[in-house]
């Protein structure tokens, strides 16, 4: 029996950065928005799954 291929990445590192300045174009356009705090917690995560 032959192993599984391995998993690649979805997303590249580059990919991250441009989803979090979507992100944060999103929050500033609707900071009064209920859905806004998530946002932002999203924005913090994107950015902490970012390899420096």
């Known amino acids: 029996?032959?192993?599984p291929a391995r998993a690649r990445a979805v997303l590249s590192n580059?990919?991250?950065k441009l989803l979090q300045e979507a992100v944060l174009f999103y929050i500033k356009?609707?900071?009064d928005?209920?859905?806004a705090n998530k946002f932002v917690?999203?924005?913090h995560r994107?950015?902490?799954?970012?390899p420096r």
Do not use: I, Q, R, V
């Open 1 to 3: 029996m032959s192993e």
């Open 14 to 16: 580059a990919d991250f």
């Open 29 to 31: 356009a609707n900071e």
């Open 33 to 35: 928005s209920p859905e």
């Open 41 to 43: 917690h999203l924005y």
């Open 46 to 50: 994107l950015g902490s799954a970012a």
